[in-house]
């Protein structure tokens, strides 16, 4: 039996949620390479997303730039309504959109910014991959496709005195991941996810400490933080026909950590 193959003909439209900046906006360009038409969802940062989309269509690929919240269900069913009217049927979902809130002691963590955490992190991937799903799902009518949920080395690091609250969060995107490949391989949609470690993002300067990768290089085997392309990279791979066997992988680059 030979392994399934996207055709060529097939349009690979990838929605990427918090797409303006950081591994989402290496992401898409990524992607743009690989031949996807790319759909980006960006909380608040407009000129960044234009940026993004515009780098993608200097690279030879088609992209839209969505403002929303991921964890707002009407926003999100707003996004894939968007993408798909203007690229075609939705293949791929890049659930990378995460907050963090500022660094800090677990008891000092305001519940408000742990709420957002959830909200973001958990209820947000999950209603952008319920309504990916949807698109996708053989049982609903759509030609298959591929997940991957980007989480975090902390899902099992811990992330104590920094913010314990969003590794948390990661481990129920890793959790996630696995019983949504279990439900959906078999309906064509390979559910699968990336664990970065510390990546040169603004997402730091975000958490109050912007030399935070670099501490985090000192305990990092590699010796250096990542890039996000090296994460983009692994997404890339996760979503091509490569990977056509796997899912319900929680694949690390984490430098060794």
């Known amino acids: 039996m030979s392994r399934p193959v996207t055709p060529s003909s097939v349009r690979r439209v990838t929605v990427i949620t918090g797409g303006s900046r950081g591994i989402g906006a290496a992401t898409a360009l990524r992607l743009a390479r690989d031949g996807h038409r790319v759909g980006l969802g960006y909380a608040k940062d407009e000129e960044a997303a234009q940026r993004t989309a515009q780098a993608v269509r200097e690279a030879g690929g088609e992209a839209v730039a969505v403002r929303m919240d991921t964890s707002d269900a ?44 959830v909200e973001v992190n958990v209820t947000g991937a999950l209603l952008c991959a ?3 799903l949807r698109e996708m799902s053989t049982a609903y009518g759509g030609s298959g496709g591929a997940v991957v949920n980007i989480s975090s080395a902390a899902a099992t690091l811990g992330s104590p005195g920094e913010y314990v ?15 949504l490949a279990k439900e959906f391989t078999g309906e064509g949609v390979r559910v699968n996810c990336v664990q970065p470690g510390s990546v040169l993002t603004e997402m730091h300067a ?13 305990i990092t085997p590699a010796g250096r933080p990542g890039e996000p392309e090296e994460i983009a ?25």
């Open 74 to 117: 009407a926003d999100v069913d707003r996004l894939f309504d968007t993408v798909r009217d203007a690229l075609g049927p939705i293949t791929g979902l890049v659930n990378n959109a995460g907050v963090s809130g500022p660094l800090g002691r677990f008891t000092e963590t305001s519940p408000e910014v742990m709420r957002r955490v």
């Open 130 to 132: 319920r309504r990916a």
């Open 165 to 179: 609250h969003y590794a948390a969060s990661k481990a129920a995107v890793d959790a996630m991941t696995v019983g």
């Open 206 to 218: 975000v958490m109050g400490d912007p030399d935070r990768p670099w501490k985090k290089a000192r």
């Open 233 to 257: 990279d692994a997404v890339a791979w996760l979503l091509s026909d490569e990977a056509s066997y796997t899912s319900g992988a929680v694949l690390r680059v984490a430098g060794g950590l």
